[in-house]
């Protein structure tokens, strides 16, 4: 059993910036594949980042050059950089944890005002 927490998320002024914390449970973190996906209201959850065991990464579009995904295996902990923020990206962002089967997190909100 895997259990993810978040933190990092609030409200901040476009062109800001902010950093998702996903702290995971388990000693297999470092086998994981571990991304980070977002639910605007009214709208399909999204993939936006992930990374892989090995540190491969893969982006959305719509956050390429700005946002920054990255994994600290000694703290069992993904990170999520997000730089010039917009308004679309305002969401709930949520961890996402595979090994062998899916594991989220609760999600932490994420607001950016114009």
């Known amino acids: 059993q895997v259990q993810l927490v978040e933190s990092g998320g609030g409200l901040v002024q476009a062109g800001g910036s902010l950093r998702l914390s996903c702290v995971a449970s388990?000693?297999?973190?470092?086998?994981?594949?571990m991304g980070w996906y977002r639910q605007a209201p009214g709208k399909q959850r999204e993939s936006v980042a992930v990374?892989?065991?090995?540190?491969?990464?893969n982006y959305a579009d719509s956050v390429k050059g700005r946002f920054t995904i990255s994994r600290d295996n000694a703290k069992n902990t993904v990170y999520l950089q997000m730089n010039s923020l917009k308004p679309e990206d305002t969401a709930v962002y949520y961890c996402?944890?595979?090994?062998?089967?899916?594991?989220w997190g609760q999600g932490t909100q994420v607001t950016v005002s114009s």
């Open positions: 996402n944890a595979l090994i062998r089967m899916d594991y």
């Open positions: 388990g000693k297999d973190f470092r086998f994981a594949s």
């Open positions: 990374i892989s065991s090995g540190g491969i990464t």
